[in-house]
């Protein structure tokens, strides 16, 4: 069965930072696509960050340079390291995965992703 649990969400000034993680199980890592996306009220889902089996990572423009995302292969942990956090990166952040083609990177589109998390809050105030 598969089981994503989101932590690490919290409320910082802007310019901190946070990590957060996602505890997976039922995965594959080689196989597959890890993702993050996030979603401010009012508006959709975006994808954020994902990673494919290869360990290539690929990243929304608005957090290219800023944010990292990394697979712990030994401790089941998705990662996103979040750095120079801004007030526009206030929202519900969750993790998923998906099964991975082999031929591409992995996309931030949501119907790429099968399994979701329940969420993790961030909130960052200027």
């Known amino acids: 069965q598969v089981q994503l649990v989101e932590s690490g969400g919290d409320s910082v000034q802007a310019g901190g930072s946070l990590r957060l993680s996602c505890a997976v199980s039922g995965y594959t890592y080689s196989s597959s696509c890890m993702g993050w996306f996030r979603q401010a009220p009012g508006k959709e889902r975006e994808g954020v960050a994902a990673v494919d089996g290869d360990g290539d990572p690929n990243y929304a423009d608005s957090v290219k340079g800023r944010f990292t995302i990394s697979i712990d292969n030994a401790k089941n942990t998705l990662y996103l390291q979040m750095n120079s956090l801004k007030p526009e990166d206030t929202a519900m952040y969750y993790c998923?995965?998906?099964?991975?083609?082999?031929?591409?990177?992995?996309?931030?589109?949501?119907?790429?992703?099968?399994?979701w998390g329940q969420g993790t809050q961030v909130t960052v105030s200027s």
């Open positions: 998923a995965a998906g099964a991975w083609a082999g031929y591409r990177m992995c996309g931030l589109e949501e119907w790429e992703y099968n399994n």
